[in-house]
């Protein structure tokens, strides 16, 4: 079983940094792909940032060149700068590994306006 853990949410200021991050424990398999995805209430859950298992990185427009998402061994991370109020959401680690989906508990950001 494989299961996600996220930390490093937070409240901070327009303009500053958080790091996320996702534990992940159990098999993943050698075909995958690991992500990030965001989601306010009343709205669909969306792709933040996508890694695959040959170290291939995709963003969301709204982030590219703010986010960036890598790996070390079994931890996932999410490095988000100069964070908006638009980046409000709470974040989800996802991983599909061979076609199964996990998805973590989510972890809240928020950026006042």
């Known amino acids: 079983q494989v299961r996600l853990v996220e930390s490093g949410g937070g409240l901070v200021q327009p303009g500053e940094s958080l790091r996320l991050s996702c534990v992940v424990s159990g098999r993943i398999f050698s075909a995958y792909v690991m992500a990030w995805y965001r989601q306010t209430p009343g709205k669909q859950r969306d792709m933040v940032a996508t890694?695959?298992?040959?170290?291939e990185s995709n963003y969301a427009d709204s982030v590219k060149g703010r986010f960036t998402i890598s790996r070390d061994k079994n931890i996932l991370y999410l490095q988000m700068n100069d964070l908006k109020p638009e980046d409000t959401a709470i974040y989800y680690c996802?991983?599909?590994?061979?076609?199964?989906?996990?998805w973590g508990q989510g972890t809240q950001v928020t950026v006042p306006s």
């Open positions: 996802y991983v599909n590994s061979a076609g199964v989906r996990y």
């Open positions: 890694l695959s298992n040959s170290d």
